[in-house]
């Protein structure tokens, strides 16, 4: 018995997805008692040179009344991908992606179209790449009440924080690095601006709040583009390094944001470096846990979407448990009243009075549960040269 | 609607699994769409002080013939375990455990024996504690060849050697300050033996040997008792950290065995400290990915062992994946044969013909390839002080 399948969009993901299909062929049959078929690439270009280039259509027609049972969206964005995820759905034919853009910005329409038409609408591959975690939180650590999530899931920014600290070169020249290394696109604003953190940590923090969505556009995201060589200099001299940290605090309004951060040497997401992702989850029965590997690349992202292929296939495209995300975005603490741990970059000698506050240096001082909005006060009273957030 | 459940053995993990489900109860029975009622704890204690003393029962008889969908056996070790396990398994009943004693040795016949009922063998909390890795192995990554396994999966032997390190003191004083903090039993041989280990990279490598089975006793395991306050300051001189590392490699006879180790410090396991575990996977699309956390403790297994129970309950009951394993244990690579990564303790400028060698320090040599077997030769041959694996 065989599974037809489309793969919609030959890209980077794609091509890793037919890749892996058929380098693991025996093994996959295996596991599931079934073989996955390829039936359809589509896309509008062709790849005469490609082992799959007979497989490649251009009449998305025949592909969607025909009779694949699993559609793998890896074209990206959120309009094309959006129209035939939508389509493929309201056939029945399961759906699973990478795209990070389209979950995050319409994941509860396209997950109730899944469940309106009986089939699945999966995306493992959406954060952390390789990384296994949104399976896991759904299955696993379903017994737990997810009380915080803390992640570096952006590999581009993550590499540049890492070069710049390991080589001592300012932020572009460390980006230039990143894009002649393809782990930067050429233009790289969703990356470094925190767009694409924003956007994981969205899903996560919606699965992690039992389905009540969190938008991406209702969390507040700071890139990386304006940290200094200073800035990394100063992290080393207290013992920390800098990293863009996806964060979730689960609450009546969760807390939810994006801002580079420094990461003390005693927290495990301190030796994630290059453009390794890792996430950690805090559940109520679990302890902490944390999940690391290859945040992109072509494979290790194939993995996991090949991963929600054979749960598809196993499951008859089924969905087993209850996934639904809110229609509405649910209301999440304001920027300006998140109490935060912030670090001060002051002559440690100056007073921080009102807050709970300790020395870390000279000229560092950590101050614990600051509203952000209070942050440009205490900045300014203290003469202090800079701030950041803090996590041990 | 509820599932009715019951506990077997209300020990350690059995009332963290009570606790859980209750705490939990309402974010469980919205994920699932039921409840999980536990109906019977079977146990041959009472326990008056309990909140859960009125579902205490000493009669086995009445708990399966009763309508329990699900026997949590929580009782450890691998004789009433066993047969109750089999009792439940043969009428039908779902079994979530976290004993790996008996899934490493007794598995293959278990799960048949669940196939043959049409109901589920889950063990999540065996291996890892908290941390989920049986179920990503089974689904996020089953589109791998799993290559290979490199985990540190016993939090006993891990504390004590991080406190050996951080304190200096010797293997006998922390042993002892282990189990006055609770981290080591009584009687501890199993833990620092390496047999706990053993079980454990038994079930994980069988895993990854795609149900081809590796019985404990094949596997070659070494302990932890005989590292002294010497190899804790030799490691840290060559930048490296001793833990016991459980390892997998595939192959037509794979390589599995379980030893004291020098951890490079570049490697992510370096950084597991305590009583926590972290299991790095590799897999032939996903490159490398680790999964960390609490290793033991009440709530972190029932965290595991609760995973378990929603995932029966979520499917009715009934398998999704072929998990199948071989009735008899297959032939991995004899211990003698295995090529290693050594560190022989020896002046760097004795010559180590033959073998593929750089030097780490005055006085260590890292030998590439070595075979078990030529160990003790080489030793001999250059006079060095002591050798031991090396992982980097």
Known sequence: MAINIAILGFGTVGSGVAETLDINKDVISKRIGQEINVKYILDIRDFPDSRFADLV????????????KIAVETIGGARIAYEYTKRALSAGISVVTSNKELVSTHGPELIEIAYQNNCCYYFEAAVGGGIPIIRPLYKCLAANKITKIAGIVNGTTNYILSQMKNEGIDFDSALKQAQANGFAEANPSADIEGIDAQRKISILSTIANDGAYI????????????????????AASIGCDIKLIALYEAGDKPVVYVAP???????????????????MVEGNSLGQAMFYGQGAGTLPTASAVCGDILEVAATDGKPAENRSWSKESVEITPYDEIKADIVIRVDSSKAVDGYEASVLSDEAVLVKGIKHKDIADLVAKTGAKSWMHYLK
């Open 57 to 68: 259509t251009h009449d998305a027609d025949e592909v969607f009344t025909s009779d694949i």
């Open 215 to 234: 938008a991406p556009e209702s969390i507040s995201a700071e890139g990386i583009s304006a940290v200094t060589t200073a800035d990394m200099d100063f």
């Open 261 to 279: 951060t420094l990461v003390d040497k005693s927290n495990l997401l301190y030796n994630v470096c290059g453009v390794f992702n890792a996430i």
